[in-house]
């Protein structure tokens, strides 16, 4: 692999931190949680105490003062192990930064030393039944009513919604305005009444990470939880979908490496017709062009990497991001399935359940499809 430049011994000693935590409260217990299908509120205590949460949190919010680096090395260790039940870089990289740039002053000095701990477990909720990627028609409802809002509606596919309590809800608080316009991010309080927790999702992969319906009837909060201005949400959320996107990338390749370590090291085991499957001409093309294709991966990410540190990728390249890793993925792990054979499709190999996680990464963050369109309209023809 080309050396990596962007982290330093800070960060490799983080790294160590981080990797001890992983191996030891998580990778075990990973198999059980899938089982029950969320993981337990403690983890998320004992990961605010080892430091593992909302790693850019400044200090005088109770935060390490870190930077998108340490957040991109807990989604490297927990890609690792191939744990997706800690919706970790959720909480840090999709919600934290709500609070952090647009939230008041009262909202980041209660609810970020919270989130940093583990006390706070995070969720947003923006996708609806009949609203995946656009997100311009939600149709929750937050009426003023005097000092409150009052709000009305049902929220689909949310993450951490059976444990969550800090839901970030983003809702219609001018019922005509249309298309974008109107558009608000108010937290709700996991206790609050009129919030209803819809069943935990079946899903095809992620198993450990609840995921969940929520309705919202006749549910009060006071205006005060409105993060932001009135009416600029989706501004909001399209400014923060590059590093959403970014973090998908970064996943997908920690992902992409594990897969093909495990790939080489069941076919140097495995023997069929009297020679180990890595023997087979076949194989090692097929691991060549993985191995090839996860070193173009991880040179472009980190450079992207280093773009988001520089605060210069921009929304198209998010785009990029997002519909190359996420396409990538998929095609890596299906080759590396198919190169296990039978054992492959069996839930107890890591692969299998890979395959099945990495799937929603071309619909989650946006689709490919909406990935394509917006990369489409930067297509112009040479003057």
């Not at 080309?2 to 981080?18: A, K, M, N, Q």
């Not at 992983?22 to 509120?41: F, L, N, R």
């Not at 085991?269 to 093309?285: C, E, P, V, Y």
Request: proline residues 4%.
């Amino acid at each position: 692999m080309i050396p990596r430049t962007i982290y330093g011994e800070e960060h490799e000693l983080f790294r160590d931190s981080v990797r001890r935590f992983v191996d030891t409260e998580i990778a075990p217990h990973h198999a059980q949680w899938e089982k029950e299908g969320a993981v337990p509120a403690a983890l998320w205590r004992k990961a605010g105490a080892a430091g593992l949460l909302a790693c850019t949190v400044p200090e005088e919010y109770g935060g390490p003062g870190g930077s998108f680096l340490h957040n991109a090395i807990v989604i490297e260790e927990l890609g690792r192990v191939g744990a997706m039940g800690p919706a970790f870089p959720q909480h840090a990289i999709v919600i934290a930064p709500y609070i952090m740039k647009y939230g008041s002053e009262e909202q980041r000095k209660y609810w970020l030393p919270r989130m940093v701990s583990g006390e706070a477990i995070s969720a947003i909720a923006m996708t609806e039944p009949d609203t995946g990627s656009d997100l311009q028609n939600i149709k929750t409802r937050a009426i003023r009513d005097g000092d409150d809002y009052v709000i009305n509606g049902q929220k689909m596919f949310i993450s951490n919604g059976q444990i969550g309590n800090l839901i970030l809800v983003a809702c219609k608080t001018d019922p005509e305005a249309k298309g974008s316009k109107g558009t608000t991010m108010i937290i709700v309080e996991g206790d609050r009444k009129g919030l209803v927790r819809g069943r935990n999702l079946d899903k095809l992969g992620m198993k450990a990470q609840d995921t969940s319906e929520l309705f919202f009837e006749d549910l009060r909060v006071p205006v005060t939880n409105r993060v932001g201005e009135e009416g600029k949400g989706f501004a909001y959320m399209m400014t923060q979908l590059p590093e959403e996107r970014l973090m998908i990338g970064v996943r997908s390749v920690a992902i992409m490496e594990v897969a093909l370590q495990w790939t080489i090291d069941y076919t140097n085991q495995r023997k069929a017709f009297g020679q180990r499957i890595a023997d087979f001409q076949n194989s090692k093309f097929q691991l060549a062009d993985v191995k090839s294709d996860i070193v173009v991966a991880r040179a472009f990410v980190d450079r992207c990497i280093e773009l988001h540190m520089a605060g210069k990728l921009d929304a198209t390249m998010g785009a990029v991001i997002k519909l190359h890793c996420a396409e990538l993925l998929n095609r890596v792990l299906d080759r590396c399935l198919q190169l296990h054979g039978g054992y492959g499709y069996m839930w107890e190999f890591p692969i299998c359940r890979a395959f099945a996680d990495a799937r929603v990464t071309r619909i989650a963050g946006g689709s490919s499809e909406i990935m394509r369109e917006l990369i489409s309209r930067t297509l112009e023809p040479s003057a």
